[in-house]
C-alpha cells in the first residue's frame, strides 16, 4: 500500500548529488532500493487502477515505467553516472518513448511535476494533428477542454516553428497550437509535502483522467503520424 514517498527520497537524491560516483552508489544501494526504487515501484502499482481506466494497452510493469538511475553519458559533455532525480511513464505496452504519447511523473529535491505529451519533437505526430485541427476543430477543441487551467497551474507547454504559418480559418484558441514543435501538458507548482501523502496519488489520478480526453487525441495522431511515414 502506497502511503506517500519517505522523506529519505529526496535525500537521497540531494547527497547523490553531492557524491555522484559510483563508488558512493555502490556503498548505498540498500538505501537506493529502500527509498527509491521501493516507493516509485509502489507509487505506480497504486497508480495502475487509474491508468487501466484511461486505456487497457498501458505499460504498468514498474521496472519498464520508471526511468533508470544510471545516466547514458556516451552522448553527453555531462559525464556524472547517475540522476539526482527520477520519472516515470505511463505509456502504450511495446511503444518505443519517441513516438509515444504518455503521461509521465517527475520527482526531484526542487520540484514535483506531472502531465501528458510527446516525448520531445514528433513531427509525424503534430504533422497529424495539424491536420485534424483544420479538418475537425471541434475534436481538437473538446479534447483541449480541460488541458489548459493556467489559474490551477495546469497549461500546455511546447517550442514552436518561428516561420510557420497559421491558417487564418483556426479558432484563436487552436492558433496557439499550431506552430507547436511539440505538445504537452504539465502540472506545476505542487508543493514538495504533497509527495509525502497518499494525496499524490489522488492528485495524479484526477489529472490522469481528466486529460484522458487529450490522450485519446493525441495517442491516435500519433499512430496517424506513423502510419503517413510507413506509407
Not at 5 to 17: H, M
Not at 32 to 41: A, G, L, S
Amino acid at each position: 500500500m502506497f502511503e506517500g514517498f519517505p522523506e529519505e527520497t529526496v535525500r537521497f537524491f540531494l547527497d547523490l548529488r553531492f557524491h555522484n560516483e559510483a563508488s558512493y552508489f555502490n556503498a548505498h544501494r540498500d538505501e537506493y532500493e529502500r527509498f527509491i526504487r521501493e516507493p516509485f515501484y509502489a507509487f505506480i502499482e497504486a497508480m495502475a487502477p487509474t491508468a487501466l481506466q484511461v486505456a487497457d494497452d498501458m505499460e504498468l510493469r514498474p521496472d519498464k515505467c520508471l526511468a533508470r538511475i544510471r545516466r547514458d553519458t556516451r552522448f553527453s559533455k555531462d559525464k556524472t553516472p547517475y540522476r539526482d532525480h527520477l520519472w516515470l511513464l505511463f505509456r502504450r505496452g511495446g511503444e518505443v518513448r519517441d513516438t509515444s504519447a504518455m503521461y509521465w511523473f517527475e520527482l526531484s529535491p526542487e520540484h514535483v511535476e506531472w502531465g501528458l505529451g510527446f516525448w520531445g519533437y514528433n513531427r509525424p505526430a503534430m504533422d497529424a494533428l495539424r491536420r485534424k485541427m483544420l479538418q475537425k476543430p471541434e475534436v481538437v477543441l473538446r479534447a483541449l477542454k480541460d488541458a489548459r487551467v493556467p489559474e490551477q497551474d495546469l497549461n500546455i507547454y511546447g517550442d514552436r516553428y518561428q516561420r510557420l504559418a497559421v491558417p487564418d480559418v483556426l479558432p484563436q484558441a487552436l492558433k496557439e497550437i499550431y506552430p507547436l514543435k511539440e505538445l504537452y501538458v504539465k502540472r506545476t507548482n505542487v508543493s514538495l509535502q504533497t509527495v509525502y501523502t497518499r494525496e499524490v496519488v489522488e492528485r495524479c489520478s484526477q489529472d490522469m483522467l481528466r486529460l484522458k480526453p487529450l490522450y485519446a487525441l493525441l495517442r491516435g495522431v500519433a499512430d496517424e503520424g506513423m502510419a503517413a511515414l510507413d506509407a
